[in-house]
């Protein structure tokens, strides 16, 4: 079966895209059913898709595995998962059991009893954990941001799959990349965020995470088409390593 990483770069090939699909339900889409429509029409359009707090909470567990049904992923689970490694692994489990195929949790928690006890449960279920070393907002700076290349070592020696780490701050997704040649790096803050299309890719993400240029968009099929262009596809700007 390969890990998650093998999973999404197979996907990514595929597809010819570097994109990851953000869908996070508002207006029309808070109808599962509309939802359903937009995620089958982007699908062979993007790498993976992210799902996250906003869809458990407009559809429920139910409805969220109603919303994936047939449609290819890799879906990814994004809680920002932070609370101690019980907590989450429980939070894991009904996860990985709704059919996500990867997690995104928060690296601060610290591994011992923390983030570990994530990548422990993933390995398991032959699923992946992505940790969140740095974010794309400005508060980031504030607090987070300060320790990404302490959480990215440690988050990468722990056994995640990938880290995630913001383009609105490419200096630091450019030293992560130099530190870390092989790490898997999906990068949200391109579009509505500020920083372009491509930007953190060329700075040495793998994948940018795209959401509200795709799902507001009034044609996002072709919008898709678009930004995977302006990005080169999977072999563009920016080869595989593997
Ligand atoms: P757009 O493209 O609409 O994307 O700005 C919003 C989506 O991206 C997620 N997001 C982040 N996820 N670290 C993360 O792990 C970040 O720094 C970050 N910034 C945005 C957000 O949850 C939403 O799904």
């Not at 994109?19 to 995620?39: H, K, N, W």
């Not at 320790?147 to 630091?172: I, K, N, R, W």
Request: with cysteine; hydrophobic share 40%; aromatic share 6%.
């Amino acid at each position: 079966m390969g890990s998650f990483a093998s999973r999404l770069r197979e996907k990514a090939e595929r597809a010819d895209s570097r994109i990851i699909l953000a869908f996070d339900p508002a207006g029309e889409y808070r109808e599962v059913d509309r939802a359903r429509e937009l995620l089958s029409r982007l699908s062979d359009k993007v790498a993976g898709i992210k799902l996250g707090l906003p869809s458990l909470l407009a559809y429920g567990p139910g409805g969220v595995r109603r919303l994936m049904e047939g449609i290819e992923g890799p879906f990814i689970c994004d809680l920002k998962m932070a609370d101690i490694g019980y907590v989450n692994r429980l939070v894991a489990g009904e996860v990985f059991g709704l059919g996500f195929e990867a997690l995104i949790a928060h690296a601060f928690i610290g591994i011992r009893e923390g983030l570990g006890e994530v990548v422990e449960l993933a390995r398991e279920r032959g699923k992946g954990v992505l940790a969140v070393c740095a974010m794309s907002h400005r508060g980031a700076e504030e607090y987070l941001n300060r320790h990404y290349l302490e959480l990215a070592e440690a988050s990468l020696s722990a056994g995640a799959d990938g880290l995630v780490l913001p383009a609105t701050f490419p200096e630091l997704l450019k030293e992560a990349r130099r530190r870390h040649p092989e790490a898997l790096i999906l990068s949200p803050g391109v579009g509505v965020q500020g920083s372009p299309f491509g930007s953190a890719l060329r700075a040495g993400a793998d994948f940018e995470i795209v959401g509200r240029a795709l799902v507001f968009s009034p044609s996002p099929r072709e919008r898709a088409e678009e930004i995977r262009r302006e990005m080169g596809g999977w072999k563009g700007e920016r080869s595989p390593r593997r």
